[in-house]
Nanobody, 113 residues
Framework: QVQLVESGGGLVQPGGSLRLSCAAS????????MSWYRQAPGKERELVAI???????NYADSVKGRFTISRDNAKNTVYLQMNSLKPEDTALYYC???????WGQGTQVTVSS
């Protein structure tokens, strides 16, 4: 069955960095776009970044220049490198596969001093 398992979240001070990982299984990973979403308390889930099968990327304006999405097709894993983190980046971060719209369970990122 399809599984998306996120990891790498945690508590970080403003200005710090985290790298999220999403390990995928159960579908032909390299053939599908992958994306990261986030949802803060009381807010709607929003798209953070997407990477297509060939590797084209796109970002929400709020994270451009600070976050980088990448993928390793040999490891069936997509990453989100987050730098210069701000308190407003605090959210539950989800990985999503374009393959039938599967979601991971989410990993919490908290940016606070």
């Amino acid at each position: 069955q399809v599984q998306l398992v996120e990891s790498g979240g945690g508590l970080v001070q403003p200005g710090g960095s985290l790298r999220l990982s999403c390990a995928a299984s159960g579908f032909p990973f390299s053939m599908y776009a992958m994306s990261w979403y986030r949802q803060a308390p009381g807010k709607e889930r929003e798209l953070v970044a997407i990477i297509t099968s060939p590797g084209t990327t796109n970002y929400a304006d709020s994270v451009k220049g600070r976050f980088t999405i990448s993928r390793d097709n040999a490891k069936n894993t997509v990453y989100l490198q987050m730098n210069s983190l701000k308190p407003e980046d605090t959210a539950l971060y989800y990985c999503r596969a374009d393959y039938r719209g599967y979601w991971g369970q989410g990993t919490q990122v908290t940016v606070s001093s």
